[in-house]
């Protein structure tokens, strides 16, 4: 028997796949344009409600409230309720940890291309070819 989701996600698990990484969560919740674009319009417009958000989207308000819900789970947004109304607010700081991700991901790439060319280069040096 499994954990409850919101229990297992809090606890950084997926249902039968053990652990997940944080930037795992937040690459996922950027791969989608919707999301992506969502997102955009938090950080340049401020807080708003799905509603509002749905106006300018080709989806229905349900699939914002959706699309907003991972990107809560991702730590990119986070709903603040007021009265009857939920808004949600951007919080971009965990693209910190995306951009980390990446520069580690190009570093160890460099170091690889630069073990290929040094290879290459000796192989090249022995064929007699330029």
């Known amino acids: 028997m499994g954990l409850p989701g919101a229990v297992a996600l809090a606890l950084g698990l997926r249902a039968g796949q053990g ?5 795992d969560t937040l690459f996922d ?5 919707t999301r992506r674009r969502l997102l955009q319009r938090l ?24 699309h907003l ?6 730590g990119l947004a986070a709903p603040e309720r007021r009265g009857r109304e939920v808004r ?3 919080t971009p700081e965990p693209l910190a940890q995306a951009v980390s991700w990446l520069v580690s991901a ?5 170091d690889r291309l630069g ?3 040094r290879l ?3 192989e090249g040096a022995g064929s007699g070819l330029p």
């Open 29 to 33: 919740a950027l791969a989608d344009p």
């Open 120 to 122: 290459a280069r000796r």
């Open 43 to 66: 950080v340049q417009d401020g807080p708003d409600t799905a509603s509002r958000l749905a106006v300018d989207l080709p989806v229905t308000r349900q699939a914002v409230v959706k």
């Open 88 to 90: 949600y607010r951007a």
């Open 19 to 23: 652990l997940i990484d944080p930037v």
């Open 69 to 74: 819900q991972a990107l809560v789970e991702a």
């Open 115 to 117: 073990r290929l060319d």
């Open 106 to 110: 190009g570093a160890r790439w460099d």
